[in-house]
């Protein structure tokens, strides 16, 4: 046995020996190694990446909008969480009485990347190549016809009255291009782009813009790296590069402690939370413009109980809203009608539904279904501001429990959830909006009629009076009577539609304590152009 | 070809059963909401044609080396096949190598020191490395040795905005020693180290386990203790002998690393931010990119037969008469 022992204690020191060198050497440089992640001049944006593409006319992801707002400017823009359009490219517009005609008058000093002045042409080439290759931001512009009276004149002609066009144009998907490079790349605006247009490859390799930011390089899995455009007309960025990188949540926890110059944009409240005090960070939470909502189907065909007026009464009462806003952690708040807090239009907090158990009850009991039933559907695998459907579908279905409907709970994966909830197929729906654009026309597809009242099967006919308001407040231009519409339709919303609006969850931003603005932005989740140093 | 063939026909079948629209989740519910949009989506992507002429185009591509192209990236699947395989085998390469040069050992040790304290420590934390999930030991390690220690970087293959090395290998520790830039080579192994460790973990304890048992079948066996009484030392009776004689079980295991590697990979590539070949699949399966689900099919396919193709060399390098046979 004395022999036995020989080799394995040989081994075992070998092995110790080992794990102590590399733990020695790693020690001895690590310092060195961390120093250059807080490069001077370089700004690191962690996130979760949600990115298909750079291309602008082709993206509408929050990943991508981070990046292109960096490179390519816009006729109008936001600041901060302001939804009040200021000029940008634009010096100045005028608005047609009837919100059909928008005049855009440019400024003359913007010159591209490569030295090329920005003109209308580039305008009407970036907004047609939108149009025309009918990918995700297309609806942007849908029904609206671009022309280039003048070389610094564009006019934005609405088939319909468009008060929301000012509130869409500075999109991220809106950039302008540097039409004469596209071209000659494979790019195209005419009809048929959508078959025609080569460019993509091009853009996601080589940025187009007048922005502050170049494109240096681009991999949609891991990182995207900004630099500074020399030939920018604007005011200078404060770092010379910017890196957006692709980090899980609870990575990026970790990361923007250790860093400096770091921005965390996904971390939830709740992690947001214990952050706070901590000298070397800005914690910043406020309710998302997210919205998140129980949908239930009108046309008896899907479901003779979801149908049933009473029992969607019965759940609107029955819904325990304080204890869904406390899940979503400090900064969250019970939604007041559809439209979010952040937009003209939206209800104050006392038009908030409150819950109602007795009423909730006396309505099951009056729609003369004994032991209703309903299946309901949400997103299995999804979770938004660190919040999962899977979660809030278990607590609508206790909340149900308590006034006597049974909820039979169905995940699917998101592609397949889309494609029955699209079709109007789902009795009830966990569900979410993110705003597209933030004006409260947006949010006018849950009217009758609408787009996602139409996943409901809530047609114009099924309330005309609604849907003949809904129509008047798309048309109105000024904001004061739009948003006195749009607070009279909310009202009634929240005593017959069905839609349930739940909360706004709470989001939260992290940054390095000598950053600047570093905001959530209402559609982009950070202008890092804007991003600076005390 | 004829597996591969076999394997872009269950991948492209299996792909096609799940109910669900690309077109949606990529379009948006606005656009997705236009019957024209949808259309000109399907047809960009080729998914207006019926079933048989997609699968049959796919084929006729993949003749030519090309394996189409992503939806969720817009960029080719064989483009982005060749950045997410490197990083992958990069990880998989020195995980392997570390759980072979710690797990061996140990399996020895403890099949050596059968019953003793030793070998019941060795088989607790065996049994706590196969135990413990990878994605928490993943976190646990990131906090211990990145955020309270700081001796390891928090994600990435490179620091943030370091231009990665012109492309040899793909392998980004190798192309940096390569092309003499010793300072980047050190940065990609820096951030090597602690994903490769995490995902070691479970097959230390593996091949530790495995080891000890094959050992132990022979190590009391007539012609180990022949060569015991012959007078030989101990190490030369332990390591020439009894290992050598065991190593084919070993091998074995070896090759089910390869596997767990692959596997194990999705959850450590996400911690660390790897951007390899196991977040590729699994955002792909996601949002049913096709393109990429056929290409990560045939790439799995190609390393499980080369594997087992490999082991089956080595048996025989290993135990002549299995050669002879």
């Known amino acids: 046995m004395h022999r036995a022992a020989h080799v394995p204690r040989l081994a075992l020191a070998a092995l110790v020996a080992v794990a102590l060198a590399v733990v020695a050497i790693v020690a001895s440089v690590a310092p060195a190694a961390a120093d250059k992640t807080a490069a001077e001049g370089t700004l690191v944006v962690d996130t979760s990446f949600v990115v298909q593409t750079i291309d602008p006319a082709r993206m509408f992801e929050p990943t991508s909008q981070i990046a292109v707002k960096g490179m390519y400017d816009t006729l109008l823009t936001f600041r901060g969480q302001s939804t009040t359009p200021l000029p940008w490219l634009a010096r100045s517009w005028k608005v047609s009485k009837d919100a059909k005609t928008f005049t855009f008058n440019l400024r003359r000093d913007v010159r591209f990347s490569d030295g090329t002045p920005l003109t209308s042409a580039d305008v009407l080439f970036s907004f047609r190549r939108v149009i025309n290759l009918k990918g995700s931001p297309s609806f942007l512009l849908s029904g609206v016809k671009v022309s280039a009276p003048s070389k610094y004149t564009v006019v934005l002609k609405s088939s319909t009255p468009n008060p929301a066009l000012l509130r869409i144009v500075p999109n991220p998907s809106l950039g302008i291009v540097n039409s004469k490079v596209v071209k000659e790349n494979g790019g195209t605006d005419g009809p048929g782009a959508d078959k025609t247009d080569k460019a993509e490859p091009y853009l996601l390799g080589n940025s187009a813009g007048s922005g502050p930011y170049l494109l240096k390089s681009y991999n949609n899995k891991t990182e995207i790296v900004l630099e500074a455009n020399p030939r920018f007309w604007g005011p200078k960025p404060s770092f010379q590069t910017v890196v957006i990188r692709n980090l899980p949540a609870a990575t990026q926890l970790l990361n923007v402690q250790r860093g400096t110059n770091e921005v965390a944009l996904d971390l939830s409240a709740q992690q947001a939370a214990t952050l706070r005090g901590k000298s070397n960070l800005k914690v910043i939470t406020n309710a998302s413009a997210n919205l998140f909502n129980i949908d239930i189907n009108t046309d008896p065909k899907i479901s003779e109980v979801a149908a049933n007026p009473h029992i969607q009464t019965a759940i609107r009462y029955a819904l325990d809203y304080p204890s869904f806003v406390k899940l979503s952690g400090p900064g969250a708040v019970q939604a007041p009608g559809m439209i979010p807090t952040t937009f003209i239009g939206h209800l104050p907090p006392t038009a908030r539904v409150k819950r109602n158990l007795p009423k909730a009850r006396a309505e099951v009991k009056a729609s003369g279904i004994s032991n209703p039933k309903i299946t309901m559907y949400y997103p299995s695998e999804l979770t938004i501001n660190g919040i999962s459907f899977a979660t809030l579908a278990q607590k609508t279905k206790s909340n149900l429990a308590e006034v006597g409907i049974q909820v039979d709970l169905v995940g699917k994966p998101v592609n397949s959830f889309l494609e029955t909830y699209a079709a109007g197929k789902h009795p009830m729906s966990q569900s979410y909006w993110g705003p597209d654009y933030p004006d409260p026309n947006d949010y006018l597809v849950f009217t009758p009629g609408g787009l996602a009242a139409n996943r409901v099967n809530w047609a114009a006919s099924k309330d005309p009076k609604l849907a003949a308001l809904a129509k008047r407040a798309q048309r109105t231009v000024s904001d004061a009577q739009r948003a006195a519409l749009f607070r009279q339709i909310g009202r009634s919303m929240n005593q017959r539609a069905p839609f349930f609006p739940l909360f706004q969850p709470a989001q939260a931003i992290v940054s390095s304590g000598n950053l600047t603005n570093a905001v959530l932005g209402v559609i982009w989740p950070l202008d890092v152009r804007a991003v600076g140093t005390r | ?325």
Not at chain 2, 84 to 97: H, K, N, R
């Open chain 2, 1 to 325: 070809m004829v597996l591969a063939i076999g394997i872009t026909f269950v991948a492209f079948v299996l792909t096609q059963l799940v109910p669900g629209d690309p077109a949606l989740s990529a379009l948006g519910p606005v656009t997705s909401a236009d019957p024209e949009a949808v259309a000109a989506y399907h047809a960009h992507w080729g998914m207006d044609k019926p079933l048989p002429v997609q699968y049959l185009t796919y084929l006729g591509n993949l003749l030519q080396g090309d394996l189409g192209v992503s939806q969720l990236s817009h960029q080719p699947v064989l483009t982005d096949l060749q950045h997410a395989i490197p990083a992958t085998m990069e990880l998989a390469f020195l995980s392997i190598a570390f759980a072979i040069a710690v797990g061996v050992p140990l399996g020895v040790i403890a099949a050596v020191r059968q019953n003793r304290a030793s070998d019941h420590a060795l088989r607790v934390v065996s049994l706590a490395g196969i135990s413990m999930p990878t994605f928490w030991l993943a976190l646990l390690a990131l906090y211990v040795f990145f955020f309270r220690l700081d001796w390891f970087p928090g994600g990435g293959r490179l620091d943030p905005g370091t231009t990665p090395p012109d492309q040899i290998t793909g392998l980004y520790s190798v192309d940096a020693l390569l092309h003499g830039q010793w300072s980047l080579a050190w940065d990609a192994f820096h951030h090597l180290i602690l994903p490769a460790l995490v995902l070691a973990a479970f097959n230390v304890s593996l091949i530790t386990r495995y080891t000890r048992s094959a050992i132990l079948e022979v190590i009391n066996d007539d012609y180990v203790r022949a060569a015991r009484a012959k007078g030989l030392p101990e190490h030369t009776v332990v390591v020439r002998h009894v290992l050598r004689a065991a190593l084919p079980s070993v091998v074995t295991v070896i090759g089910l690393v390869f596997a767990n590697v692959l596997t194990g990979a999705v959850l450590v590539e996400n911690i660390f931010a790897w951007p390899g070949i196991g977040q590729y699949a699994y955002q792909a399966s996601l949002e049913l990119d096709l393109p990429a689900i056929m290409g990560v099919s045939l790439f799995v396919a190609v390393v499980y037969v080369t594997v087992n193709f490999v082991v089956d060399v080595l048996y025989g390098v290993i135990d002549p008469r299995l050669r002879l046979s």
